[in-house]
């Protein structure tokens, strides 16, 4: 399968502990994404990295959060002292960004999304 | 800011009939819009995508959609629903290019 791969598929923990989710993008895609979708709602993006660099990140990324991509592949996403609001399903995704001339890197607009990874706190 | 609104949380069809799942777009230039689809347990597939090409948009799986400015809407329809598209499905739209704006989804039942 060359597809997005995350993992834990699903972590279950207690309030006050740490977690990591790992992603693996497709191979050639230089953009990597972190959204978090909760039950009823659409995704929400966290952040996003272009190669190694991290590009933007929301302002629901608190500061309990961290995501990094060492060498432009994969990614992990950390999760300190988890609360229980923190309970959601994590995706990755990734993408071919292209670069526009002056109007610097442009996403070529479809994103392949991995399967999440599903946190509970306890 | 960029934002979509999904009118229809929940969309219930018989097998066989029209789906009309509908949405309109927020954006304060020209947007470019996208479908996607959640089968549960499994990952976000793009249903097709508007890129200020021809307004009517095809995807896979005989949906369509049709991008219309003066009602900023990008209504997704698909001409006879079968069982196997029972699904949530997002409506987005892209900000900057860089990354994706969801709307909260709506979920389509399709009754046999």
């Known amino acids: 399968d060359t597809g997005v791969s995350q993992n834990p598929r699903h972590k279950i923990t207690k309030r006050g502990q740490n977690v990591t989710f790992r992603c693996d993008p497709i191979?050639?895609?230089?953009?990597l994404y972190w959204y978090r979708q909760t039950l009823g709602q659409g995704p929400e993006f966290l952040t996003y990295?272009?190669?190694?660099?991290?590009?933007?990140k929301s302002r629901l990324l608190s500061d309990r959060f961290s995501a990094e991509r060492p060498k432009g592949s994969f990614s992990t996403l950390e999760i300190q002292r988890t609360e229980q609001g923190d309970s959601a399903m994590y995706l990755c995704?990734?993408?071919?960004?292209?670069?526009?001339?002056?109007?610097?890197?442009?996403?070529?607009?479809?994103?392949?999304f991995g399967e999440g990874s599903r946190l509970t706190v306890l | 800011a960029q934002s979509v609104t999904q009118l229809d949380s929940h969309v219930s069809v018989s097998e066989g009939t029209p789906v009309l799942l509908r949405c309109n777009y927020s954006?304060?230039?020209?947007?470019?819009l996208f479908w996607y689809v959640q089968h549960p347990n499994k990952g976000l597939q793009l249903l097709l995508k508007?890129?200020?090409?021809?307004?009517l948009v095809k995807g896979i799986n005989g949906f369509e959609a049709e991008f219309k400015k003066s009602e900023t809407s990008f209504h997704l329809t698909k001409p006879s629903a079968h069982m196997s598209d029972a699904a949530e499905y997002f409506c987005?739209?892209?900000?900057?290019?860089?990354?994706?704006?969801f709307g909260a989804g709506t979920i389509l039942r399709v009754k046999s």
């Open positions: 954006s304060s230039y020209s947007p470019s």
């Open positions: 987005v739209v892209s900000v900057y290019g860089n990354k994706l704006v």
């Open positions: 508007y890129t200020s090409a021809a307004t």
């Open positions: 191979s050639e895609h230089n953009r």
């Open positions: 990295f272009q190669n190694e660099a991290q590009l933007e």
């Open positions: 995704a990734s993408s071919l960004g292209s670069t526009g001339g002056l109007a610097g890197v442009q996403n070529t607009g479809e994103l392949f």
